[in-house]
């Protein structure tokens, strides 16, 4: 089971720099508030979920930026496949609103995500 959720916006704006903290930190709130509307539409009870942003990439010459992340529920690591399929409630353009950013993919579970994680751990030893 994979954990990680991987995004793609179809572009950010000329000046921002996607591998800086603030960049990604603004990310992760607006991903949140994003997933709140997601559980306000389809679940009955709301959990305050959080976004940790795993990796942020692009590649030269492209204007899209992929960014895979996982979604945790105060300590539990929700499934890539849960985490998705809440965020997939929206559609693109309210994702959008949230992010301030178009979305070219929204939510797809990313199998990698593991790969990431023990790069992570292996650099934070």
Known sequence: NSICVLFVLR???PTDNIYSC???QMLEQR?????DEAQDKVLETY????VEIQSVSQEPG???VTLVYMVKNEDTILNGTISSGLLNQLTAELVGYFLFYPPLVIAERKC?????LNIQLA???
């Open 11 to 13: 572009f950010v704006g």
């Open 22 to 24: 603030s960049f990604v």
């Open 31 to 35: 991903l949140g508030n994003a997933f």
């Open 47 to 50: 959990n305050r979920l959080s």
């Open 62 to 64: 492209s204007p899209s």
């Open 112 to 116: 990698l995500c593991n790969v990431f």
């Open 123 to 125: 650099t934070s030893i």
